[in-house]
């Protein structure tokens, strides 16, 4: 408790009522003003009090601090980190290739955007191979983002937490990865969720795009040309639902739809069990 009337007109240092350490730890200021009125405020705890000659005196809560929100960037566009590692990535090949026909994959052409880079460095601090699939706008094709999959070479994923990932502060929404380039579009086009959902469906159907998750499904537009879409749905509630969202826009389109049906999860799925 601060004993005003101890104090003279003027500036003051004394010790801190709230947090003082002792008679020589002088964190808290207090003015005297001429009228007798006076203020304290500790430089450590920000303990605030203030004081009048006929109120007496009056604690008052400490200001909180203000925080500047710090908005995180997000590339509209692939950025240059992901350009440069796009660019040093190789065709299907190794671990990669493995992976895939472990899980009895098609391996899609070598001009699709899914590629392979041997030695790709995980946040986790882990180096090793990956496949690397570009994420361009459905639409406008424009590059997004990059889709890794850390993989071993046995055809295992690596023990690595999360084994998938996209690359951070990019756009996803929208985006797809061509499995097959849109010079292999013509009047059909395969989608599911996941890239190897997507190359399961390929025994059957093809060309094929994967649309990463199931909020990209659900919103895949109708695109000019194609008049037959065939969907890879995933068996749980969310795949359900995101098939029957876009099955729907594009048969109000005037498209002709197939949706996939199994009891496994998906399609990939189904092949390792056969296998």
Known sequence: MIVWTDYDTGNHRTTCPACGRGERDKTLGLTIEADGKGVAHCFRCAFTESYR???????QAPARPRIK????????????????????????????????????????PADGDL???????????????????????????????????????????????????????HRKQGGVIRLWPDEAVTMGLGIAEGIETALSLAWAYTPVWACIDAGNLAAFPPLPGIEVLTIGADNDPAGTAAAQACAHRWADADAEVYVTRQTQNDLNDILKEAA
């Open 115 to 169: 590629r392979f880079h041997p030695v790709l460095k995980h946040p986790s601090g882990r180096t090793g191979p990956a496949l690397v699939a570009l994420i361009t706008d459905a639409v406008t094709r424009l590059p997004l983002s990059l889709h890794r999959t850390w993989v071993q070479a046995d055809g295992s994923k690596a023990d690595v937490d999360p084994p998938r990932l996209l690359l951070g502060g």
């Open 53 to 59: 000659p006929d109120c007496g005196a009056r604690p």
């Open 69 to 108: 929100a710090v908005a995180t960037q997000k590339h509209e566009t692939l950025s240059d980190y992901g350009r440069e590692l796009w660019s040093a990535c190789k065709p299907l090949s190794g671990a990669a290739a493995a992976y895939l026909e472990a899980r009895h994959c098609r391996i899609p």
